[in-house]
Nanobody, 116 residues
């Protein structure tokens, strides 16, 4: 079983920054991909950013140039560094770990609110 524990959400003003963290524990198979999804009220959950254990990244277009997704393989931890935040970034952010040709695991979610 794999557990994902997220931290770092909160309230920030437009233009500000936040860093989310997600630590995975348990029996973690490789290769895998870790990432962040988000869901705003009334909207579908969308992929924000992912990173493989080999370091390949993908980003949704709306966050390119503002968000980065560093990963520490030794600690099975992934981060989401969010800069130049906008009100439309407000959502619950979920950490995920997807084992290639295997199971997917999700964190409990952390709220990010961008408001003045």
């Amino acid at each position: 079983q794999v557990q994902l524990v997220e931290s770092g959400g909160g309230l920030v003003q437009p233009g500000g920054s936040l860093r989310l963290s997600c630590a995975a524990s348990g029996s973690i198979s490789r290769p895998n991909s870790m990432g962040w999804y988000r869901q705003a009220p009334g909207k579908q959950r969308e992929m924000v950013a992912t990173i493989t254990n080999g370091g390949t990244t993908t980003y949704v277009g709306s966050v390119k140039g503002r968000f980065t997704i560093p990963r520490d393989n030794a600690r099975n931890t992934v981060y989401l560094q969010m800069n130049s935040l906008k009100p439309e970034d407000t959502a619950v952010y979920y950490c995920t770990l997807q084992v290639v040709f295997g199971s997917a695991y999700w964190g409990q979610g952390t709220q990010v609110t961008v408001s003045s």
